[in-house]
């Protein structure tokens, strides 16, 4: 036994120190940039500031969405059967940063070059999905956030306009408010009766805190609100 939780003690630092993560959404995340860069999709100096909503569309049109589930599958099974992916064009670093988040448009039209946000958002109200962020709009986004966006998203929520930046634990798609976790299951049957299911997991998209009941994953408490719209409130603020 020894021996064997030495292997995996090594196999764990290896897979690590390769990808830093040991989450399987995150090796595979890793994967799409390093073959972005082969194939000429991203240049070296911009594929380690891709945002992972960017990657995740790459993903999900070969697998679906990515779930913890589905990235174990696909990382133990690389010839699993995948949807066709259309190559990915190249992207500037500007355009990295206006990539749009993928949720559901309303029926507003998109902001067009030169239109200015607020009296966008003013006009339409709300638009979940507005499109590329406009350059004119990052000064708001660094008096939010207090540093200059990477991965910014805006939309139009009750004529204001709402910002957002994808982070490590930032969801900046509507919210995942199943109360089944495909990915705790997962953990669960690995790890009977863990008192705290890790959101690599369960994702990050998710609004509650998970335990192991035996091998099934259940919401402990929800931790992040929703507003009306299906976006986490604490990962949106107000641009100005």
Known sequence: MVAVGCILAVACGAVLLRFGTLSPCGIVREQVREQGVREGNFADAVASVVPD???????????????????????LNPSVPAKPAQPAPRR????????????????????????????YCAHVLT???????????????????????????????????????????????????????EGGDAWCRANPNDRNIPMAATGHATIYEWRCSGTRAVPVRKFSPVDDRGFEIMNWRVLN
């Not at 708001?140 to 540093?147: C, M, T």
């Not at 929520?157 to 089944?180: E, F, H, P, R």
């Open 53 to 75: 909503a960017v990657l995740d569309a790459v993903i999900t049109a070969a697998i679906g969405p990515p779930t913890p589930g589905r990235c174990l599958t696909l990382l």
């Open 92 to 119: 500037s670093a500007i355009s990295i940063q206006a990539q749009e988040p993928q949720n559901e448009r309303t029926t507003a039209g998109s902001i067009v070059a030169g239109e200015n946000p607020f009296e």
């Open 127 to 181: 638009n979940d999905n507005p499109g590329p962020v406009p350059v004119s709009l990052l000064p708001a986004f660094e008096r939010a956030f207090g540093s200059k966006p990477i991965g910014p998203y805006f939309r139009c929520y009750q004529g204001t306009v709402m910002g957002c930046v994808v982070g490590a634990n930032l969801n900046c798609a509507k919210a995942d408010i199943s109360q089944t976790s």
